[in-house]
């Protein structure tokens, strides 16, 4: 069974660097094809993808926010880190983290979707 | 403004079928990149109902059911149940962006 958790501040200032862990659980960055995505939603609003980590190291980032951006992965800990630099008020919400997932039992597919999230957490940009 | 567009919110009374629909363009759904869609209840984690345009996630009743023609795709729930009043995402991956994109979602709301 996969499962996925958020840690992080609950409350940042303006300007500083928020980092968001991910602990997993019931798969490996050590097996092909793995990845974990960042997505974020603010307070009654839309689902917005930030960020995704492959097994291989290969990183994608949002365009609107890849210069704030820096996903890691800690393989032997089985955690994924995102950092965001340079916080506004905007970036209010809640943070998930979501395993790629491109296979359900009888096959794989050509294109991955997001499954299981986890709880997410909720972070306040503030002064 | 998300790349796919949902209406904001969608009503039935219990038993009763709605669609939500979700709108792309030739550089996501047009292009050929799967649909999937996810239901988020009040307060709760999105979860995956349908992937691959058409597949249900394990556990999902078959009430529910994806389709996809050309630029846009849509969610079908049939025998509407109180239990289904939730928020619910399309989403699908866009060439221009080079990104997983959402849609703005859709508010069902079970009268």
């Known amino acids: 069974q996969i499962t996925l958790k958020e840690s992080g501040p609950t409350l940042v200032r303006p300007t500083q660097t928020l980092t968001l862990t991910c602990t997993f659980s019931?798969?490996?960055?050590?097996?092909?094809?793995?990845?974990v995505n960042w997505i974020r939603q603010p307070p009654g609003k839309a689902l917005e993808w930030l960020a995704l980590i492959y097994w291989d190291d290969d990183k994608r980032y949002s365009p609107s926010l890849k210069n704030r951006l820096t996903i890691t992965k800690d393989t032997s800990k089985n955690q994924v880190v995102l950092t965001m630099t340079n916080v506004d008020p905007a970036d209010t919400g809640t943070y998930y983290c979501?395993?790629?997932?491109?296979?359900?039992?009888?096959?794989?597919?050509?294109?991955?979707?997001?499954?299981?999230w986890g709880h997410g957490t909720h972070v306040t940009v503030s002064s | 403004q998300s790349v796919l567009t949902q209406p904001p919110s969608v009503s039935g009374t219990p038993g009763r079928r709605v669609t939500i629909s979700c709108t792309g363009s030739?550089?996501?759904?047009?292009?050929?990149?799967?649909v999937h869609w996810y239901q988020q209840l009040p307060g709760r984690a999105p979860k995956v109902l349908i992937y691959g345009n058409t597949d249900r996630s394990s556990g999902v009743p078959a009430r529910f059911s994806g389709s996809k023609s050309g630029t846009s795709a849509s969610l079908a729930i049939t025998g509407l149940q109180a239990e289904d009043e939730a928020d619910y995402y399309c989403?699908?991956?866009?060439?221009?962006?080079?990104?997983?994109?959402f849609g703005g979602g859709t508010k069902l709301t079970v009268l």
């Open positions: 019931g798969f490996s960055f050590s097996t092909t094809g793995v990845g």
């Open positions: 030739s550089s996501n759904i047009g292009a050929g990149y799967h």
């Open positions: 979501a395993h790629r997932q491109y296979c359900d039992t009888n096959r794989c597919y050509p294109y991955d979707w997001f499954d299981p």
């Open positions: 989403q699908s991956f866009d060439d221009n962006l080079s990104a997983w994109v």
